[in-house]
């Protein structure tokens, strides 16, 4: 009987041993969100609560970012692994000299953004020349506002920015600090819950022109060059995440809950306008996070022509070769 207790106690040694084992072997992974916790960071926490990135033996530490620019110089400076930026920033950036590369899409379609009361005489996106605009320091739609302001034909200085925090955009309208808040459209929620009087609208930009890609998942050349499986298993992993969130909003909601404080019902409905940037027929027909280079192109060229000149080769802003084998594409068109 004793021989038996023995043998046991070493068996589940072992297993022990084999768990720490495991746990030593996860690669670690710091991944940068571009802002505060929105719905659309919701995939990372549906692959956390569901073990997929253990899985794939990745230990994902997720970092609350602080825009665009941010991420970019994060990636650069190797204070990230991943992390997700506008593309046209990370194309101006790469210009600058920052080593950053693009590998996968997150929006199929641009959701810039901008909001304002309707007394503010603003009738159409041009009549934003002369107005006050809230918007971060390195938030996205600052650093591509010229390339904007060029499509509508005003002039990029025209506008007096008001610089504050990522979380200040809603009060910022609310408490009318400004006249204008530059912001993504699936932040509509957040306004009509702070103004439940309503009299505010809003342009997308893309409706005027601003036809490019949008957020990206970005990772530097050194990480492309030393670490392309962990990327190959992290997109995987992520967008088989994206997948199930499209068709489980109000269940991956639940699940950013029980990880972040938020409001579950005005985040679910962020995420159903986020629909309309995910399912696409590009992403039906290729999978979700395809790189379509005509579309690289066209946001290369915008970038080119309204921002800032490029003179490296379109080819070098992105590499689609850690996108998944077999598409995510388990979806609805709408």
């Known amino acids: 009987m004793k021989r038996i207790v023995l043998l046991l106690a070493v068996v589940v040694l072992c297993m022990a041993g084999t768990q720490v084992s495991l746990g030593q072997e996860l690669e ?30 990745i230990d994902l530490n997720i970092i609350i970012g602080k825009g665009s620019g941010f991420s970019v110089t994060s990636i650069d400076s190797e204070m990230a ?16 000299g920052a080593a950053a590369k693009i590998i996968g899409i997150i929006f199929d379609k641009h959701p810039n953004g901008m909001f304002f009361y309707d007394d503010s005489g603003i009738k159409q996106p041009a009549d934003v020349a002369g107005k006050t605009v809230a918007v971060p320091a390195t938030d996205g739609h600052k650093v591509m506002w010229p390339a904007f302001a ?92 994206w997948e199930w969130t499209v068709n489980n909003p109000a269940e991956a909601m639940e699940i950013l809950s029980e990880y972040q404080p938020i409001n579950k019902a005005d985040l679910l409905k962020s995420l159903q306008i986020e629909m309309d940037f995910l399912k696409t027929e590009r992403y039906k027909e290729r999978g979700m996070g395809y790189i379509d280079p005509m579309q690289i192109q066209a ?36």
Request: proline share 6%; with cysteine.
């Open 150 to 241: 060029a499509l509508i034909g005003v002039d990029p200085e025209s506008v007096e920015f008001v610089n504050i925090e990522p979380t200040a955009k809603v009060s910022a309208l609310a408490s009318r600090n400004a006249d204008v808040v530059f912001e993504l459209l699936t932040g509509i929620p957040n306004f009509q819950a702070a103004i439940p009087q309503g009299g505010f609208s809003w342009f997308l930009w893309a409706d005027y022109g601003f036809e490019c890609y949008a957020h990206s998942y970005i990772t530097s050349d050194k990480t492309i060059e030393e670490r392309p499986e962990m990327l190959k298993k992290f997109l995987d992993v992520t967008y088989r995440a």
């Open 81 to 96: 692994d991943i992390a997700i930026a506008d593309a046209p920033v990370v194309f101006k950036f790469r210009q600058e």
């Open 299 to 334: 946001t290369y060229d915008l970038v080119n022509t309204y921002q800032e000149k490029l003179d490296y080769p379109v080819e070098d802003i992105y590499n689609a070769s850690f996108l998944p084998e077999t598409p995510y594409n388990n979806f609805e068109l709408e």
């Open 28 to 57: 670690k992974v710091d991944f940068l969100l571009n802002w505060t916790i929105a719905a659309d960071h919701a995939p990372y926490y549906v692959a956390l609560k569901n073990g997929w990135y253990e899985e794939a033996g």
